[in-house]
């Protein structure tokens, strides 16, 4: 899908659009176009909430131990949760840095969205959250 927008009466609104309706019209795909806000806020939602998961906690853990082998899976698990408190405060640019650092696909369906993590992103974001001074930590 490709970002697009249109003004209407000095509104803007913000799509994404399947490259076969830009390219071969709409009776080409069943979602056609997406508001992009709410493409978004799903996509942060479901990210958010996997890295809360048991699962994502040790993955993250075995692919940073690749670049630092000291780090426990305790390290990792507190710098994940950790972010989701922190995330509404973050500046949109480092919102937007986490996720491209962190999304490597979003599918969109007519009635689902899926994401496909990128794992050395994962491993990288923890790695930063491990290196916050304590008083951030507690921020």
Known sequence: ???VHTRKKGKLYR???TTSVQKLGPETCPVRRAP???IEAAVIDQ???LLRTPEMTVKTWMATRKDDSSITETEVREALVQLDPLWDELFPAEQARIVQLLVERVDVAVESISIRLRTEGMAS???EL???PEHRRTA
């Open 125 to 127: 974001l923890a790695t």
């Open 1 to 3: 899908m490709t970002p």
């Open 15 to 17: 799509y994404y659009v």
């Open 130 to 132: 491990r290196q916050q």
């Open 36 to 38: 992009a806000g709410e």
């Open 47 to 49: 990210l958010r909430a």
